[in-house]
């Protein structure tokens, strides 16, 4: 009886450990920006493409991206829905700031994760500028990201099997008359 239930947690502990990394393994993307928004005025558009790869290389298909732009203060929130374009994992979004000031934005995925990119100036209503254009790249390291990417779900199931077989060993040992393995008489 005894080595059967041992024999079981092992299974399960190795089951765990397996099954861990399979399941982190394709849930990641990274978010490449066409241009940032610095020397966008307040009331005109920024267009921008979104190219969405899987772990980073392969583009990524039928998904529904989206651009959340939210004030200094909180107090403004809109969301601008992404559309694909003719390019694989390329999506084009078209916002507009409703006001000058500063204004953080949120890419979502819509496949694994939130990137947060850092805050931008907007400039007054008026004389229209020059955009930047610059290539931004966001990966789970980059994203200021709270789950810490697929590593940490991996790390995290093996962790949890691990002390899940150590009980198991510590209520068989209390179970056994004398809290050990038997000795060899001799």
């Not at 077989?165 to 809290?179: F, S």
Request: hydrophobic share 45%.
């Amino acid at each position: 009886m005894i080595r059967r239930l041992a024999a079981a947690v092992s299974a399960a502990m190795v089951g765990a450990c397996l099954a861990a990394p399979v399941a982190a393994a394709g849930g990641w993307a990274t978010v490449g920006l066409s241009s940032v928004p610095d020397g966008t005025r307040a009331g005109e558009a920024w267009i921008v493409d979104l190219t969405i790869l899987q772990h980073g290389l392969t583009p990524l298909e039928g998904i529904h991206p989206s651009l959340t732009i939210m004030s200094a203060g909180g107090e403004a929130t809109r969301t601008f829905r992404a559309v694909a374009t003719e390019k694989p994992g390329v999506y084009r979004a078209r916002v507009v700031f409703p006001s000058a000031g500063n204004w953080r934005y949120v890419v979502d995925d819509d496949f694994s994760a939130r990137h947060p990119f850092g805050p931008v100036q907007i400039g007054p209503r008026g004389k229209a500028s020059v955009p930047t254009v610059a290539a931004a790249v966001v990966t789970p390291e980059a994203d200021g990201g709270d789950d810490g990417g697929p590593w940490a779900t991996a790390l995290g199931a093996a962790l949890t099997a691990g002390l899940i077989a150590a009980a198991g060993v510590v209520v068989l040992r209390r179970r056994r008359p004398g809290g050990g393995p038997k000795q060899a008489e001799g």
